[in-house]
């Protein structure tokens, strides 16, 4: 059964930091690009973040830029996304998803959600004094 699974959300002081991880089970999560998305309360759902399959390479959104970096840890079969310097406006439920087909583009993208076939269950993150 293919499945991710994130963990590392929780309440968190403005300026904080948080690590999310989403692990993957039943498939081999390198061979596959890897989004986070968010979605706050009233919001539409937003890319803030990909690696790609293959060489590695990161995207992120204007709002998380320098903040936030994302990594692999091919031991464990799983995606991390370091949030530092969090705000109140980062609150949300993060989601991960994997792309639907192994090396589907040499740079992952965040913009087109449906290439994303296998999501997590989300994990929440509140940012508050």
């Known amino acids: 059964q293919l499945q991710l699974v994130e963990s590392g959300g929780g309440l968190v002081q403005p300026g904080g930091s948080l690590r999310l991880s989403c692990v993957a089970s039943?498939?081999?999560?390198?061979?596959?690009?890897v989004g986070w998305f968010r979605q706050a309360p009233g919001k539409e759902r937003e890319g803030v973040s990909c690696?790609?399959?293959?060489?590695?390479?990161?995207y992120f959104a204007d709002s998380v830029k320098g903040r936030f970096t994302v990594s692999r840890d091919n031991a464990r079969n799983s995606v991390n996304l370091e949030m530092n310097s969090l705000t109140p406006e980062d609150t949300a439920i993060y989601y991960c998803a994997a792309d639907g087909i192994p090396y589907r583009r040499r740079l992952c993208q965040v913009e087109d959600p449906y290439e994303y076939d296998y999501w997590g269950q989300g994990t929440q993150v509140t940012v508050s004094s």
């Open positions: 690696i790609s399959s293959g060489d590695g390479s990161t």
């Open positions: 039943g498939f081999t999560l390198d061979y596959y690009a």
